[in-house]
């Protein structure tokens, strides 16, 4: 049974009386729905007919021509968004998590796809990632065996997946720009009519006031959001219905597929053409997919196969109803056919829905960057949580104003919706394109369909969005080269970091300290050990990094407890708090040396709370006294020390008193632990940074042991060192790293490496802030990465 989302409400065993409970909680997801997924494609009549009947197509505007086009809007909703979304796409969800990213990761938990370098078999153990039907059977076929083989065959399809990340992204400055410019071009109707410059300046003050409101989040505003697209989908509705009783009843007749041949027997290579403004009427159809973790499925499918799909279907049939009566009005088909006694309060209305939708598609570009950046496809960026009920809600201050900015720059430099159009269905075309060919992949790998079944699925929707990214395709040079720009760009980005990163991460493994040199060296590590725990960050899952023996070479001194830090992300959405930390032994007992893996999900959030020292305390002790009690884990007599972990629960460990009793002290714990100091200088230098900044001092937390007559000595010994080291203090030490290319490198690496990684290295956020790591106890250890 699938997984719903953390606010969503699983299917209930007992039909009565939970069954009203599930069904009323659809409904209210549903409704909140309106206000986040559907604003993009319920503003789509704003300009659909407009960019339609361009270019020659113009020389057909009569009554059979916008008969055609109807019907061809009216099987391109039924098709796509009905068909081929609601009742097939939004059931290949990952964990209740939709987009592209979740296909993707599906693919790699099914198949040995995954490019990620520091994946462990440990991985394969957590709940998320064991969703979906078991591994084995037809999937594991000839052709399964073949992309797993061939690297670049997998590197390909990573292409293809950023490529649909891009695409999004690229809708999140193209939709803002169309839908709020169509929006206030009803202005250009009324008696005073405004310049074309006048609605270009008031679209770019709609549009620097949406950015600048991004950093409250769109759960700040969710219930007022739905009210607005639901208002105007009522009013679109009623529009709709009112032309087409007033003007043309016979319009209902272009429902049947006949007038679809007459269209392109009479139009021709002008028909095809026209498909690029077609496709605009399912623009924002992605965006069930992707918000899928927001909801459920269920209450979006309600959404739209109720509300959305009949409202848009008889509005763009009561404008085919208008503009059969009246041909001239194809360049302003919208507002020319709303009745002039409600005119006002539908622009109003319209202009209100533009800024909704632009909302939300901004707020998807920010949770796909999220998750390009847990791929290690995108450089660091400050993640801001805006929400403490919808988990997914972020905002990332930088990619905010890069996307005001290019915003303003489209619609500035355009100034036509026409040409805007042209980019904005480019680039929507090719992400649903993308996700078909992933929900082949997917219908064979991971639900194990026949393959005619999925022949014929790709055969039906592949043919269908081909002929419309063809027809795209050709208006590249009108305004279509707009998506392609952006989207190369920001591929570019994530292909140079994601190449980097791996470069780097491969340095780190192969030249890893020996594990016999650590063993050669003693428990005492034949340097001095001073008290303290000290934290060593490196992405490596396995293995000593190579910047512990550049520290020890350079400053022989060492804390008297190591743990080895790896922060990683892994194929699933969401890692439950009681999997999160993985725990183990670098060395025998009485170095104490052990490793620490915090995994994240893609989707994940790393949040300060100030809080992760005291967790990975609790978690080191409580794995000390599993390790005691359970023979499978490693012990002091095992040889194989690195490499054999256990899962340790960090809100069970500390809600548990069975390994450590924690108490809880306020502030005058920090003026205590400064007069502990045994060092006069310390304390001084304490005291002036505490008083300079009294808000980074927290409530201390201390450990003791608890009387237990049964306990083992050596444990009760391990136990008290890694008390006494918590209380006197912890070190971060992170490698500050320079990567070069080598020298007998080609060109083309070295200026990868050396020019464009090394760039966005220097102008992305470091390691250590992305990490929340205080400043005041960081080391970081310079080393350079011949790679």
Known sequence: MAMEPEFGISTPRNPSPYSWVNLSRNLMLAYQSFGVVYGDLSTSPLYVFKSTFIGKLQNHQ?????????????????????????????????NGEGGTFALYSLLCRHAKFSLLPNQQAADEELSAYRYGPSRQGPGSSSLKRFLEKHKKVRTSLLIVVLLGACMVIGDGVITSAISVLSSVSGLQVTEHKLTEGELVLLACVILVGLFALQHYGTHRVAFVFAPIVIIWLISIFSVGLYNTIHWNPKIVLAISPHYIVKFFSETGKEGWVSLGGILLCITGTEAMFADLGHFTSLSIRLAFAFVVYPCLVVQYMGQAAFLSKNTSSIPNSFYDSIPDAVFWPVFIIATLAAIVGSQAIITATFSIIKQCHALGCFPRVKVVHTSKNIYGQIYIPEINWILMIITLAITIGFQDTTLIGNAYGLACMTVMFITTGLMGLVGLFVWQRNIILVTAFLLLFGFIEGVYLSSALIKVPQGGWVSLVLSSVFLVIMCVWHYGTRKKYNFDLHNKVPLRWILGLGPSLGIVRVP???????????????????????????????????????????????????????????????????RYGYKDISRDDGDFENQLIQSIAEFIQMEAVEPSLPSSDNASFDGRMAVISSTRTIESNACLIVSEQEDLAANNSIQSSKSLTLQSLRSCYDDESPQMRR?????????????????????????????????????????KARRTSSFFKKFVIDIAYSFLRKNCRGPAVALHIPHISLIEVGMTYYV
């Open 532 to 598: 303290g725990i000290g934290l060593i960050y490196s992405e490596l899952a396995t293995g000593v990094p190579a910047i512990f023996s550049h520290f020890v070479t350079n400053l022989p001194a060492f804390h008297t407890v190591l743990v080895f830090v790896c922060v990683k992300s892994v194929q699933v959405p969401y890692v439950s708090s009681e999997e999160r930390f993985l725990i183990g032994r670098v060395c025998p007992r009485p170095y104490r040396m052990y490793r620490c893996i915090v």
């Open 62 to 94: 009569d009554e059979d021509a916008i008969f055609g086009a109807f019907s061809l809007i009216f099987w391109t909703l039924t098709l796509i968004p009905l068909l081929k979304y609601v009742l097939l796409v939004l059931s290949a969800d990952d």
């Open 699 to 739: 409530r201390q937390v201390r450990f003791q042991l608890p009387q237990r007559p049964g306990m083992d000595p050596s444990v009760r010994e391990e136990l008290m060192d890694l008390i006494q080291a918590k209380e006197a203090g912890v070190a971060y030490i992170m490698g500050h790293s320079y990567v």
